[in-house]
């Protein structure tokens, strides 16, 4: 199987990716070669994400700018429901 570099994968698959190595790192079962193997593809994976994140911030800061001037609200996870 080959393994994608952290940026050529989807948002979607480096967290999946994520989500097992934090799975197996939490499990202990591995060498400690392959532990930090495993966490240096995490860190690998977490920046590209990071990246894309902001990316997609600044895409949408974009779009509002074009679109009377608003501005982005930070999330704070409460949102009232309709």
């Not at 097992?20 to 995490?42: K, N, P, W, Y």
Request: proline share 2%; hydrophobic share 35%; aromatic share 4%.
């Amino acid at each position: 199987m080959t393994v994608k570099k952290p940026e050529n994968q989807s948002f979607e698959e480096s967290m999946q990716e994520l989500e097992g190595i934090v799975d197996s790192l939490e499990q202990g079962d591995l060498s400690l070669e392959q532990s930090m193997a495993l966490f240096e593809r995490g860190l690998g994976l977490s920046q590209a994400s990071q990246t894309k994140l902001n990316n997609a911030e600044q895409k949408i800061q974009i779009l509002l700018d074009k679109n009377n001037d608003q501005t982005l609200e930070p999330f704070d996870g409460e949102a009232e429901e309709l």
